[in-house]
């Protein structure tokens, strides 16, 4: 079955390369507002399923494009598949993108393959028998100070995410830990925290076939993935962090409060850290300049402080914090 995902991959690769050569002839529709799919993603998805089904007609198909539309509706075996994760860098010509491909039994996944197809890498991993990149044995980093992590992450992007949550959010894991990237494909992430090329992710609003076989590569590599509370059945919660072991623990510690799943008094707490931020002041004060005209500001005027000699000038103001 992973032989057989990972020709599926493979083909899916070529079409995206050779699509690669010309992106900008490549045709692309909007599914909402900055969520794109193009020719490409379908081409790719198709030759997946084309494949998969030659190979194995009883399974189930989970796909981003086409959803449940193909193969058989009551499996136990059902192939979750994006075939282009990191489509809006795609049509940029931004190489970072990837072909995400798993196989979950009875609802637990137990193959996966994550394809780049610019730097021809695959990550790949059977449940009991550990993880590779390229037919290496990969694990997670060792690292166990969150201040020394370099930690990924997703923005949000479309419209309704909490963004001055996430905003919080990312401050917080900055200032924990030793730098913050956000690459643009969530399967490629995971796949890099399996290799220990990062050392931890997390990110919200994900769908099913954006983790399902990053999740397989982390837990064969030696990690832990759930949602922001640590709880290991996290693929329809739709928030994911992954990391090591210790670095695992740590950002749950941090991002815990801002899950939909965290205790009352925790979201509480989360509120009063939203109402208070410079942005939702700034939101306030916005509000009442446009409920009343503001006064003309005076002109303003230089004045000169005169020192003595021997007296030193005031202290300059320390610069504000990151």
């Known amino acids: 079955m992973l032989n057989v995902a990972i020709k599926a991959a493979r083909a899916a690769g070529a079409i995206i390369n050779r699509a690669a050569l010309d992106v900008e002839a490549v045709r692309v529709s909007v599914k909402q507002t900055n969520d794109f ?24 198909i989970l796909a981003e494009e086409s959803g449940s539309e193909h193969g058989a509706k009551d499996s136990d075996y059902v192939w979750i598949i994006d075939p282009l994760d990191g489509t809006t860098n795609f049509i940029h010509g931004f190489p970072v993108y990837c072909v995400s491909i798993a196989l979950a039994v009875k609802g637990k996944v137990e193959q996966a393959v994550v394809y780049d197809p610019t730097r021809n890498d695959i990550f790949c991993a059977t449940k009991g028998r550990g993880a590779y990149m390229n037919d290496r044995r990969i694990r997670v980093a060792k690292r166990t100070r969150l201040q020394e992590c370099l930690i990924s992450t997703g923005f949000p992007y479309r419209p309704g995410d909490k963004l001055k ?13 030793a730098g913050v990237r956000r ?31 990053g999740s397989l ?9 759930g949602n922001f509370t640590g709880e290991a059945d996290f693929m329809d919660h739709g928030e994911c962090v992954a990391g090591n072991p210790r670095v695992y623990g740590q950002l749950v510690a941090t991002l815990g409060k801002y899950s939909k799943f965290a ?16 942005a939702a002041q700034e939101a306030e004060e916005g509000a009442e300049e446009n409920a009343a005209p503001a006064a003309p500001a005076e002109k303003p005027t230089l004045k000169a402080k005169r020192i003595k000699a021997g007296e030193s000038p005031a202290p300059k103001a320390p610069d504000a914090p990151f």
């Open 37 to 60: 799919v193009t020719e490409v993603d379908q081409a790719a998805e198709a030759a997946i399923i084309e494949t998969l089904l030659s190979a194995y007609p009883g399974h189930g």
């Open 165 to 177: 949550a996430y905003l919080n959010m990312l401050g917080e894991v900055m200032s924990q830990s």
């Open 183 to 213: 690459p643009g494909a969530a399967a490629l992430d995971l796949a890099y925290v399996a290799a220990g090329f990062s050392d931890g992710f997390f990110e919200a609003n994900l769908k099913p076939w954006d983790v399902a076989a």
């Open 217 to 225: 590569l982390v837990t064969e590599a030696g990690g832990l993935i």
């Open 263 to 278: 205790g009352a008094g925790d979201k509480a707490v989360v509120r009063q850290a939203l109402q208070d931020t410079p």
